[in-house]
Nanobody
């Protein structure tokens, strides 16, 4: 059974930093990308960052230059380092693994990030 468990969220002042972790357990075949999404209150979920199986990374324009994504294959963990946080970064952040095969997407339960001004 595949599980994705996020941690590292919390309350931080604007300009501060947080590092989110996503621990992946279980066997997943055909991984395309691992990444992070977020959903703010009253808004649709949006993609934040992704890392391919080959190690290429991509970021939403809103976080480019402030967030980095990385993974530790030995620990089966994906990280999102968030620097220079802004109040508009406040959201529930969820980890995602996208695969070539069904079910195509695995999701974690999410972790709350709140940035105060």
């Amino acid at each position: 059974q595949v599980q994705l468990v996020e941690s590292g969220g919390g309350l931080v002042q604007a300009g501060g930093s947080l590092r989110l972790s996503c621990a992946i357990s279980g066997i997943i075949f055909g991984i395309n990308t691992m990444g992070w999404y977020r959903q703010a209150p009253g808004k649709q979920r949006e993609w934040v960052a992704g890392i391919t199986i080959g190690g290429s990374t991509n970021f939403a324009d809103s976080v480019k230059g402030r967030f980095t994504i990385s993974r530790d294959n030995a620990k089966m963990t994906v990280y999102l380092q968030m620097n220079s946080l802004k109040p508009e970064d406040t959201a529930v952040y969820s980890c995602n693994v996208n695969t070539k095969n069904r079910p195509y997407d695995y999701w974690g339960q999410g972790t709350q990030v709140t940035v105060s001004s």
